[in-house]
């Protein structure tokens, strides 16, 4: 592990929650649909980390069945790392339950999987990698 990459916070609104973190001088980067996830992401710069806003697009979604159960707030931790490979190896042989057992393209071209809470002290725990470029 290398750094938190950043923290996910549901929210109903991307465009509500905005004008929050720019009373603290801070903006979003950024606003892209990742469409496997139903789910808007803002990402809002933070020195080397980000916060991320998960905004469902629909609420049989992960983060919007996330929002009806506990309403906005933390969603997950992300971890960078330098290898997602060997890192979802060695996860799967501690017998760590995942989410899902392949690595996904997310927001940014990032590459990610998810740890259950029930693995990693009851956060929802996001392993994540820049995407190489293609050489």
Same mark, same amino acid.
């Given at each position: 592990m290398t750094k938190i990459d950043h923290l996910g916070i549901a929210? +109903?609104?991307? *465009? *509500? *929650?905005?004008?929050?973190?720019?009373? #603290? =001088?801070l903006s979003v980067a950024q606003v892209e649909t990742v469409e496997h996830e139903k789910v808007r992401v803002g990402m809002v710069p933070v020195d080397e980390s980000r916060i991320e806003l998960l905004e469902p697009t629909?609420?049989?979604s992960p983060v919007g069945k996330f929002l009806a159960k506990r309403g906005e707030g933390l969603h997950h931790v992300a971890l960078h790392v330098d290898n997602i490979s060997a890192t979802l190896e060695a996860l799967k042989a501690r017998g760590a339950r995942l989410i899902s057992d392949e690595i996904q393209i997310g927001a940014g071209g990032h590459l990610y999987f998810f740890v259950h809470?029930?693995?990693? =002290? =009851?956060? #929802? #725990?996001?392993?994540?990698?820049?995407? +190489?470029?293609? +050489?």
């Open positions: 929210v +109903k609104s991307i *465009a *509500a *929650a905005r004008g929050f973190y720019e009373s #603290l =001088g629909t609420e049989d809470p029930s693995s990693a =002290g =009851g956060v #929802l #725990l996001e392993i994540c990698q820049d995407r +190489k470029p293609a +050489k």
